[in-house]
């Protein structure tokens, strides 16, 4: 099983991460270990998981049975909102279905800002990565003031912000204040999670045609000119093999632009500020 060739970049820890992987959101159990397994054999090395996706335990199988050593592999789990104030545990129980002895990266899910919690699982997430089995700790779905909060109470920047962002919801404050702190942007839904006629747009299509690309791999490449981590998801290997055909071609200036003029603000997960699932 060869590795697809995918740039790394360097997280603010020193640490590298693959600029594309796979995330397995909505994958049910019985389907995630051969999606997986799929990715793994196309050559994808990066699995972003969660706790409350309930696969890690067949996440783990694939990785196993693959036999591809652990250190060619970068996997992510999220702690659940739930466990904000037992994250030790929750990180154990994590690791325990997962079958690994360290994550490359562990993120906080959701900020819970009305909950309060947020900074209590950021100080266990800083004990956790100083055992070495998360190398890097970072969230998901933070506005500004919850990263503020946690730089300000903390000193410790985390490694990324993980959040909805694609060319319908490009989140440009929130992405520039993560770019002056050093925190890397990984774009969830980076297709808008198949819910628009995102792939219809004339901006995309367009360059599609004029390079031979799908509109898929129009919208990854343009997260990827913007130093984006990705990771599509799709149930279907030969998708797999088409999102990973990133890195031949470039979108011009005139084609980023066109591609940035398609914000609408509009989000179609939910919105990290009264997303209050406990
Ligand atoms: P996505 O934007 O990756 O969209 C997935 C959908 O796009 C698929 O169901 C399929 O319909 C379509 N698609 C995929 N490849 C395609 C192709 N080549 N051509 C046409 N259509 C294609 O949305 P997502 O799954 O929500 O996001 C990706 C990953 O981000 C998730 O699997 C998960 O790992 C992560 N995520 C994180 C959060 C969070 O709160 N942190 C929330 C949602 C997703």
């Not at 002895?101 to 209590?120: K, N």
Request: hydrophobic fraction near 45%; charge should be negative.
């Amino acid at each position: 099983m060869r590795a697809l060739q995918i740039p790394n970049l360097a997280l603010n820890d020193g640490r590298a991460i693959p600029q594309l992987g796979v995330g397995v959101f909505l994958v049910k159990p019985g389907e995630a270990q051969r999606v997986v397994a799929d990715a793994l054999d196309v050559g994808y090395r990066h699995i972003d998981t969660a706790r409350i996706y309930d696969n890690e335990a067949e996440v783990g199988a694939a990785i196993a049975e693959s036999g591809i050593p652990r250190d060619e592999l970068f996997v992510t789990t999220k702690l659940w909102n739930t466990d904000q104030t037992q994250a030790a545990a929750a990180f154990e129980a994590s690791l325990d279905r997962l079958g690994l002895d360290r994550v490359d990266l562990y993120l906080i899910h959701w900020p819970q800002a009305m909950f309060g919690e947020a900074l209590t699982a950021w100080k266990s997430l800083i004990e956790i990565a100083a055992t070495g089995r998360a190398t890097s700790i970072g969230v998901s779905n933070f506005e500004k003031d919850d990263l503020q909060q946690l730089l300000d109470e903390t000193g410790v920047v985390p490694a990324v912000n993980q959040i909805e962002l694609h060319p319908l919801h490009q989140r440009r404050e929130l992405a520039a204040f993560c770019a002056e702190q050093g925190i890397a942007i990984e774009a969830w839904g980076p297709l808008a999670q198949g819910k628009s006629d995102l792939l219809e747009r004339p901006a995309i299509t367009e360059a599609a045609a004029a390079h031979g690309k799908s509109p898929a791999q129009v919208v990854l490449r343009w997260h990827v000119q913007q130093g984006r981590i990705i990771f599509p998801k799709t149930l279907r290997r030969e998708r797999m093999v088409e999102n990973a055909g990133l890195f031949d071609f470039e979108l011009s200036a005139a084609e980023m632009a066109a591609i940035d003029a398609l914000d609408e603000q509009r989000n179609f997960g939910p919105d990290p500020r009264t997303f209050d699932v406990r």
